[in-house]
């Protein structure tokens, strides 16, 4: 299967521990980002990178989250001090550098901080 | 934060009627997208639609965009039981963050035999 993935599919850890996740993107994209997604809500945006440059965090984003990608291929998202609030989907996704483009998702890392 | 919303948040119909759901949206855009969200495959991408266009198909769904209104609908003809899922409309910026996506809250589309 070439599409994108994701490790682990759930964790669940104690709060005040850190997590981190891993996601391959489909080999030929260059554009990999970050959602995370709570129950009953659409996707909110994280952040993104293009090849192995961090463009754009967004607010949701506070100095306990890091991400990577430092080969421009597979990137990491470490939550640091987890609390019970980080509970939720972790999706990644990436696509092609075109203008008009879809995005394609994993199937996301299910984090339940206890 | 979400984008804007999308109505009804849930919608039951029977196998073989049409469903139609809606999206509003805040700030300009570049494109619209749709997609669709069940628990055994994920998020996957529907149809996208650039602002300068009005209407676009693919198979059984059809898209509107009235970018003065910040609407658009889909419309999913002859449904099927497989059809259900929650969908969601995502929106791409115009510069600067054309990239990110922001979504809408989700319509929950329910169909029966």
């Known amino acids: 299967d070439t599409g994108v993935s994701q490790d682990p599919r759930h964790k669940i850890t104690k709060r005040g521990q850190n997590v981190t996740f891993r996601c391959d993107p489909i080999s030929e994209h260059n554009r990999l980002y970050w959602y995370r997604q709570t129950l009953g809500q659409g996707p909110e945006f994280l952040t993104y990178f293009q090849n192995e440059a961090q463009l754009e965090k967004s607010r949701l984003l506070s100095d306990r989250f890091s991400a990577e990608r430092p080969k421009g291929s597979f990137s990491t998202l470490e939550i640091q001090r987890t609390e019970q609030g980080d509970s939720a989907m972790y999706l990644c996704?990436?696509?092609?550098?075109?203008?008009?483009?879809?995005?394609?998702f994993g199937p996301g890392t299910r984090l339940t901080v206890l | 934060s979400q984008q804007g919303e999308e109505d009804p948040q849930a919608l039951s119909i029977q196998e073989g009627e049409n469903a139609t759901m809606n999206c509003s949206y805040k700030t300009s855009i570049n494109n619209l997208q749709w997609y669709r969200q069940n628990s055994g495959r994920g998020l996957v991408h529907l149809i996208l639609i650039r602002s300068n266009e009005r209407e676009k198909h693919s198979g059984r769904l059809r898209v509107t965009l009235d970018t003065s209104k910040k609407s658009s609908s889909l419309l999913i003809t002859a449904s099927r039981a497989a059809d259900t899922a929650s969908y969601f409309c995502a929106t791409g910026g115009v510069t600067g963050t054309a990239s990110k996506l922001t979504f809408g809250t989700g319509t929950r589309l329910q169909v029966t035999l």
């Open positions: 996704a990436s696509s092609t550098g075109f203008e008009f483009h879809e995005q394609f």
